[in-house]
């Protein structure tokens, strides 16, 4: 092939040439992948190739090396170590450093993400020993676009989040420390070099621990980067701030000497920046201290519990905020009214802090900010009274709720008239302190005095602007949940209010010419106000059902007059929508749902043939199949034969990894509520499970619910599990040797518990099926003390694991109750982990429970 014609071609905007140039690249990598690599390692070494295809060849490298799945990955990377010979990987690397040298920069930084992939293989195993070095070379002596070029790749290296390379970087801190500091110094004259040294550091600091416990190196380390703070080029200042931001975060402990000399004032210096990104950075390192002084807060107190050691804590926000909160005051008046919603501009960041610091400090903030909500409320402009009502929603979060309780009592009027203002931001804002209030503080709102007129205003509010919804709707959702009573309670403070506000969102979510984002969010409301009504809104309930039912009926034709991508959408949005209204109203009528079940089934059914692949309406409809077969039990079987066919279908779409979870789930639920009537669909069931199971292009997720779902399906049917039994032991016997090795991953370990979790569900399902048959059970007894030895001796565990196996030991006892295994309880192991989990104060007290129960047993 022409290597060239062909990375060009990666960037054409013709799709079919594009896609046809990858596949090209894919087979040669697939065919020869040492030719591929030196192939292309020379494009991009190649001074006289146009700077596109260069890009291209560094683009393709990277993804040689690229992979989202774990596993995936660690495959890829094998092959590097595996199928490239000696001279080939000699040649590649050289070729790759030989690039950071060029003039072309877009070449450079590709070769420096190429470096970056091949490090994070050879680093980690002692390999290509020669590149940090090399890179400290090129900062100290190389022209500045190598320098810069050097210093990406070791900011690449950096952030990579390979745990064996990050694990190994460490004994390669002096070489990184020494680069990045040469380039981030003052005397650096030319700024991009500065700040590519800047970012690269940022992103090291986390393996430079060393050389930062060392006190005249950590000195120099910050004089630099505080230094860079003044530079007056935006961008490095900006960076410095990110910079100053991990070292809190990072090295909390070691920072009092420095806020007291320079970060106190550096920081307020920096939040008054004309430049937004500088201001946004040092509002952000005031985010990073109040996180980490409430984490710290946290620590100490279950230490002191414990008696065990107190970290550190300075109290720097505290200190502090006399003069770091009057600024966030004034920067919360600098709004963007052309801000979207996603837009994190000064004043969001600003309020942001003001949340954090409330939390951090308490109620020694309380008068400043009532002393600016005061002065700004009537404030002619906008901005300010903006700021004003923000600032009193941002501490309702943090101050003793005494101390809150007659301000709220006597600004929630003056908020609620606040929904009047003529300007939609101010009014937004309201709404969004009126649902902080309600989320953190609900008990300062009267229910006679206070919930008409404030629903009233949200409502009003819901209705004059889309603007709104989202604020509105927040804080409906959390006067509804706060306000819900006890589960199950005859009457809450809702119920007189209950009917209107049921009237009022279909009315918002009635007519095609509903703003669509309005509409959703109304039904979000409906949700929740279902979801927590009292028993005496039932009936209310009900009726809503017949509407939520019609109104999907009518979706079902709109299907054929659907003309574009947008049509689909929205019609997908409102069927998701409205059957998630129908999934909560099934959920709290329960088994009072039964009249209207057949009407539901029908409904259900046409949406799932009518709606196309790759829908996400399915996943709504699987999640309400799912309620209804709860709330119908042994009546939901005659649906069955309408029904299977669509789940059948979902458990084999590999393709849709979403629905196919759902689709494992809900047989979990059918098999519950149909007991011993699922039993003629439990062959089909179970081939579709084991299919999946033994699918290696299925993600590790689905696993651990595939094994639980063989314990529901288990208890299902009872003795009749004894056709699937030898199988399903072998899965898990197989499953149980999966472990984690010292180096894996955060998900891996993950995993492996939750794999755990899923072999002891399905063996306690098919011990408590094959209980009336216990002789069966005795071969896969040394099977089960197997992997509970495996479990006990792990310190991995979580307390779902523990309750699990708990479960398990006192089910197997229960089976046997003659003692004929007497010998395996006898076991110190098992005596020693009943006795952990039973008397863990941290656990539930079901976790407890099933442990003394095991114990008895």
């Not at 501009?345 to 802090?353: E, G, T, V």
């Not at 079902?556 to 019609?571: G, K, T």
Request: charged content about 20%; overall charge negative; aromatic content about 8%.
């Amino acid at each position: 092939m022409d290597v060239s014609q062909v990375l060009e071609s990666t960037f054409s905007p013709d799709a079919s040439a594009r896609q046809n140039a990858e596949q090209q690249l894919s087979q040669a990598a697939e065919l020869n992948f040492s030719t591929y690599l030196i192939t292309l390692a020379q494009e991009l070494a190649n001074e006289k190739a146009q700077p596109g295809v260069r890009q291209a060849a560094g683009i393709a490298l990277k993804n040689a090396f690229s992979a989202r799945e774990y596993t995936r990955l660690r495959e890829i990377q094998s092959r590097w170590l595996q199928s490239v010979d000696v001279n080939t990987k000699s040649s590649v690397r050289e070729l790759a450093l030989q690039t950071l040298a060029s003039k072309d920069t877009r070449a450079g930084q590709a070769a420096a993400q190429f470096i970056s992939s091949i490090a994070a293989i050879d680093i980690p195993r002692n390999q290509w020993q020669e590149l940090m070095p090399a890179l400290v070379e090129n900062v100290g002596d190389g022209a500045d676009h190598l320098k810069q070029a050097s210093l990406q790749t070791i900011g690449y290296i950096c952030e990579a989040e390979d745990q064996d390379l990050r694990d190994s970087l460490v004994q390669h801190s002096n070489a990184i420390l020494t680069a990045v500091v040469q380039g981030a110094r003052k005397e650096e004259s030319n700024k991009d070099v500065r700040l590519a040294a800047i970012n690269s550091l940022s992103d090291s600091l986390e393996f430079v621990r060393t050389n930062f416990d060392n006190e005249g190196e950590r000195n120099y380390i910050m004089q630099v980067i505080c230094e860079a703070t003044q530079s007056g080029d935006n961008r490095i200042e900006a960076s410095s701030y990110g910079c100053l931001n991990r070292i809190m975060g990072l090295y909390y402990d070691k920072m009092k000497f420095y806020m007291e000399k320079a970060l106190f004032g550096l920081t307020i210096m920096g939040m008054k920046n004309q430049e937004e990104d500088v201001a946004k950075l040092a509002i952000e390192f005031w985010c990073t201290v109040c996180e980490e002084e409430i984490a710290i807060e946290d620590d100490n107190a279950m230490a002191a519990a414990e008696g065990s050691e107190l970290r550190p804590f300075f109290k720097f926000a505290r200190i502090a905020f006399r003069e770091v909160v009057p600024v966030l005051l004034h920067l919360l008046a600098q709004q963007d009214e052309d801000a979207s919603d996603e837009d994190y501009n000064i004043s969001r960041a600003a309020y942001q802090c003001l949340q954090l610091y409330a939390q951090t400090v308490g109620g020694e903030l309380v008068q400043t900010v009532l002393s600016f909500v005061e002065v700004n409320l009537r404030h002619a402009d906008w901005h300010f009274r903006d700021a004003a009502v923000s600032a009193f929603g941002a501490i309702m979060e943090g101050p003793d709720e005494k101390m809150l309780q007659p301000l709220i009592k006597q600004g929630l009027p003056v908020l609620i008239g606040m929904m009047d203002d003529p300007v939609v931001q101010v009014k937004d804002s309201a709404a969004f302190a009126l649902g902080r209030i309600c989320e953190n503080v609900s008990e300062s709102i009267d229910p006679q005095e206070h919930l008409r007129p404030l629903i009233g205003a949200l409502f009003g509010g819901l209705s004059s602007s889309p603007k709104m919804a989202g604020s509105c709707c927040w804080a409906l959702m959390n006067l509804a949940e706060r306000f819900s009573g006890d589960p199950g309670c005859q009457e809450n403070p809702m119920s007189p209010h209950f009917q209107e506000s049921i009237q009022r969102l279909l009315a918002v979510t009635e007519g095609s010419e509903a703003d669509n984002q309005l509409r959703m969010a109304a039904y979000e409301v409906l949700n929740a106000f279902v979801m927590n009504a009292a028993n005496d809104s039932l009936p209310t309930v009900a009726k809503l059902s017949e509407v939520i039912l019609e109104r999907l009926e009518k979706t079902i034709p709109m299907q054929h007059q659907i003309v574009s991508v947008e049509d689909r959408i929205m019609l997908e949005e409102i069927q998701t929508s409205l059957t998630s209204v129908l999934l909560a109203i099934v959920q709290r009528l329960e088994g009072e749902i039964k009249p209207a079940a057949d009407r539901i089934m029908n409904v259900l059914l046409q949406i799932l043939s009518s709606v196309g692949s790759k829908s996400s309406v399915p996943d709504t409809v699987f999640a309400a199949v799912g309620a209804l077969a709860n709330a119908l039990e042994e009546d939901f079987a005659k649906y069955m034969n309408s029904f299977s066919p669509f789940l059948y279908n979902a458990l084999g779409n590999r393709e849709e990894p979403g629905l196919c979870a759902m689709a494992i789930g809900l047989v979990s639920d059918i098999t519950r509520a149909l007991g011993q009537l699922s039993q003629p669909y439990c062959d089909t069931f179970m081939n579709y499970l084991l299919q999946n199971l033994s699918d290696k292009s299925i993600s590790n997720q689905f696993r651990p619910a595939i094994l639980q779902t063989f314990g529901d399906i288990a208890q299902a049917i009872g003795s009749h599990f004894e056709t699937y039994l030898s199988v399903v032991a072998q899965v898990l016997q197989s499953a149980a040797n999966v472990t984690m090795g010292e180096n894996a991953a955060f998900e891996m370990f993950d995993y492996v518990i939750s794999l755990r979790e899923g072999i002891m569900d399905a063996w306690s399902g098919a011990i408590l099926a094959m209980k009336t048959k216990p002789q069966i059970l005795m071969q896969y007894v040394e099977s089960v003390f197997s992997i509970l030895s495996v479990i006990a001796q792990d310190p991995n565990r979580s307390e779902a694991l523990l309750r699990s196996a708990m479960g398990v030991i006192g089910d197997l006892a229960d089976s046997f109750p003659n003692g004929e295994y007497a010998n395996y309880y006898r076991a110190e192991w098992i005596t020693q982990m009943i006795k952990e989990t039973k008397s863990n104060r941290e656990f539930q007290g079901r976790t407890i429970e099933t442990a003394r129960w095991a114990r008895e047993q």
